[in-house]
Nanobody
């Protein structure tokens, strides 16, 4: 019923930029917090950035000043603007959302399938 689909990943040189998008679709009544996670080979998945329904944001120390998370509530879309990328940013990036469905009083957590970001010369 609900899907989160990431897009915008790819190969970029160090110092370059990418903009990731996450589109939520389905029987969604409201979206609470949303976030971006990433997982590099051999490492655990980590939180990169999050944003509440009110627009309050939080970032991992490693990306502060370089990444910006935002959301378009009218389009149910989450964004991650990534600047000054370095090889340590190479990972699969996943979108996460805490959603309330239509005709439901409960919240559910959904994950996208991920999009690959590779930073290399």
């Amino acid at each position: 019923q609900v899907q989160l689909v990431e897009s915008g990943g790819g190969l970029v040189q160090p110092g370059g930029s990418l903009r990731l998008s996450c589109a939520a679709s389905g029987t969604i009544f409201s979206i609470n917090a949303m976030g971006w996670y990433r997982q590099a080979p051999g490492k655990q998945r980590e939180l990169v950035a999050s944003i509440t329904s009110a627009g309050s944001t939080d970032y991992a120390d490693s990306v502060k000043g370089r990444f910006t998370v935002s959301r378009d509530n009218a389009k149910n879309t989450l964004y991650l603007q990534m600047n000054s990328l370095n090889p340590e940013d190479t990972a699969v990036y996943y979108c996460n959302g805490d959603l309330k469905l239509i005709n439901s009083n409960f919240n559910y957590v959904f994950w996208g399938r991920g999009t690959q970001v590779t930073v290399s010369s």
